[in-house]
């Protein structure tokens, strides 16, 4: 079984910043990407930023610019730091992992539960 443990967000002013991390735990053979997606009010999920083992990280365009993403793979953790806040980056900020667990052979989605981002102007 893989757990995601999600950490950071809260409410954050205008302008300023935020860092999140998530750490997948459990049995796991190999961590293919990591990444971060949000859901604001009325919007579908969106892909924020991904890092994928192998190649550069990939950002959303309304993120460029802004937002860093990295892995320390020995802690199985993720880290996205998103600067310069604004109103449009409110929502419910997911974790999402694709990873081998213990026993499989194929890659399996796991998602968190969801942090939410409140930007104060």
């Known amino acids: 079984q893989v757990q995601l443990e999600e950490s950071g967000g809260g409410l954050v002013q205008a302008g300023g910043s935020l860092r999140l991390s998530c750490t997948a735990s459990?049995?796991?053979?190999?961590?293919?990407?990591m990444g971060w997606y949000r859901q604001g009010p009325g919007n579908q999920r969106e892909l924020v930023a991904r890092?994928?083992?192998?190649?550069?990280?990939n950002y959303a365009d309304s993120v460029k610019g802004r937002c860093t993403i990295s892995r320390d793979n020995a802690k199985n953790t993720m880290y996205m730091q998103l600067l310069n806040l604004k109103p449009d980056d409110a929502a419910v900020y997911y974790c999402?992992?694709?990873?081998?667990?213990?026993?499989?052979?194929?890659?399996?989605?796991?998602w968190g539960q969801g942090t939410r981002v409140t930007v104060s102007s």
């Open positions: 999402k992992v694709l990873c081998v667990p213990v026993g499989d052979k194929w890659l399996r989605e796991y």
């Open positions: 890092i994928t083992t192998g190649s550069s990280p």
């Open positions: 459990g049995s796991i053979i190999s961590i293919s990407s």
